[in-house]
C-alpha cells in the first residue's frame, strides 16, 4: 500500500473537524492546533503513518511518512522574522496547524478572521511583501499606522513590515 492509499484512507475517516475554540475578538469559532492533533494522530498512526512538525531553515514544516517504506509527503511556510518569542511561538502555532491543514486537504475557515473581515469590508488594496508599493513606503519610512490608512495588509506582513521599518 503506498503512502498516498495511506492517506486516502486517514482522508476518509477524519470526516468534519468540530471547531473546538473562540476566538472572542472576532466572534468565531476555530479548532486549534491540539484538537486538530487529538482528531488526526490517532487516525495517521491507525494507517501506519508518522507526522512530524518540525522548524528546518526557518520554515514549520508538516510531514508525515509512511513508517513502512519512509515516503513522505510535505508542507512548509516560511516564518516571518520576528524576535518576540510569544509573537514568533504564536506563529508557529498557526502555521503548524495550517500546513497540516493543507497537507491532508481539511475544509476549514481562518480562525484569523482578520484578513477575510478586511477583504469582505474594504476596499482598500492589498499591500504585500516586495510588491512596489512596499518598497515605496519602505523607502520613504512610512509608518505601519499610516501604510494602513489607504492599504490593506495581513497580519503576517504587518509584522514584517514593522521589522523592515525598525532596521531602517
Known amino acids: 500500500m503506498t503512502i498516498y492509499n495511506k492517506l486516502a484512507a486517514v482522508k476518509k475517516e477524519i470526516g468534519a473537524i468540530s471547531k473546538d475554540e473562540t476566538n472572542p475578538f472576532f466572534k468565531s469559532k476555530y479548532f486549534d492546533i491540539n484538537g486538530l492533533l487529538r482528531h488526526t494522530e490517532p487516525l495517521l498512526q491507525k494507517n501506519g503513518l508518522l507526522l512530524l512538525q518540525p522548524i528546518i531553515n526557518g520554515e514549520v514544516v508538516s510531514q508525515i511518512i509512511d513508517i513502512d517504506n519512509g515516503d513522505s ?80 495588509i495581513s497580519n503576517v506582513n504587518a509584522a514584517k513590515y514593522e521589522d523592515a521599518i525598525k532596521a531602517i
Do not use: M
Not at 506563529?91 to 478572521?113: F, G, N, P, W
Open 73 to 152: 509527503v510535505t508542507s512548509s511556510i516560511a516564518l516571518p522574522n520576528i524576535e518576540d518569542p510569544q509573537r514568533i511561538g504564536g506563529c508557529v502555532s498557526y502555521y503548524r496547524r495550517y500546513t497540516l491543514q493543507s497537507l491532508l486537504s481539511l475544509q476549514a475557515e481562518d480562525d484569523d478572521a482578520n484578513s477575510a473581515s478586511q477583504a469582505v469590508k474594504s476596499t482598500k488594496p492589498w499591500i504585500n511583501e516586495g510588491d512596489n508599493t512596499w518598497k515605496a513606503a519602505l523607502a520613504k519610512g512610512i509608518t505601519l499606522a499610516k501604510l494602513r490608512e489607504h492599504y490593506s
